[in-house]
């Protein structure tokens, strides 16, 4: 079956500029991440959606960071005026969310890689 | 605050021994841990969940022991090979539903 896809797989833009990176996560999964990942380290949280709805998007380092998920499924990181900073592999993963309080694994798509020059 | 600490220096050894990898966490108490691969280019893989109150958890080579007193979990593959040079991330739960990773340790299995 389908695991979780990203598109781009590379993103390369100019500071300033704003970016949208998707993720389509397994069919029926509730439940979707991002994350990002820089040289080195683990991926860090970003966002986190409960179907439509972001139960939690403490990770989202400022404003220029906005996500959204309008149906359910696919969802969209958006990135306002891009700084180098952000350059990083973006990740998506997603999980069927069982129980509450149960420990979910988690599907990770490929990673878009932006770079921000 | 909460930490998590994984061995940042690369792991070498040959084919055939057994890799051992660490990770450590302070100042909180995770009711399980999660071990992922992750390849590069690819995102993380989940390999193996132990909760607090298994002592040791094992699915074919792999073995993840969980110690609640030192703070520790000990990720061994036996009789290792090439194909399991990958970095190795482990998540401590939070609490929360997002994972929360160490910074990883890439192992290397030379033939």
């Known amino acids: 079956g389908a695991g979780v896809s990203q598109t781009p797989s590379n993103k390369v833009t100019e500071k300033g500029k704003y970016v949208e990176l998707r993720c389509d996560p397994i069919s029926g999964h509730t439940a979707l991440y991002w994350y990002r990942q820089s040289l080195g380290q683990g991926p860090e949280f970003l966002i986190y959606f409960q179907g439509t709805g972001a139960a939690d998007d403490s990770g989202l380092p400022n404003d220029r960071f906005f996500a959204v998920r309008p149906e359910g499924s696919v969802s969209t990181l958006k990135i306002q005026r891009t700084e180098r900073g952000d350059s990083a592999v973006y990740l998506c993963a997603s999980s069927p969310q069982q129980l509450a309080g149960a420990s979910d694994t988690q599907y990770f798509g490929p990673g878009t890689r932006l770079t921000v020059l | 605050s909460q930490k998590i600490e994984q061995n940042s220096e690369a792991l070498n050894i040959q084919e055939g021994k057994t890799a051992t990898l660490t990770c450590n966490y302070t100042n909180y108490s995770p009711a399980y841990l999660q071990w992922y691969r992750q390849d590069p280019g690819r995102g993380p893989v989940f390999l193996l969940l132990?909760?607090?109150?298994?002592k040791e958890k094992r699915k074919e080579r792999l073995k993840v022991t969980f110690d609640t007193t030192l703070k520790q979990s000990l990720f061994h593959i036996t009789a290792s090979q090439p194909a399991d040079s990958a970095t190795y991330l482990c998540a401590p739960d939070t609490g929360r539903r997002a994972l929360t990773f160490g910074s990883g340790t890439r192992l290397q299995v030379q033939p």
């Open positions: 132990i909760r607090e109150n298994e």
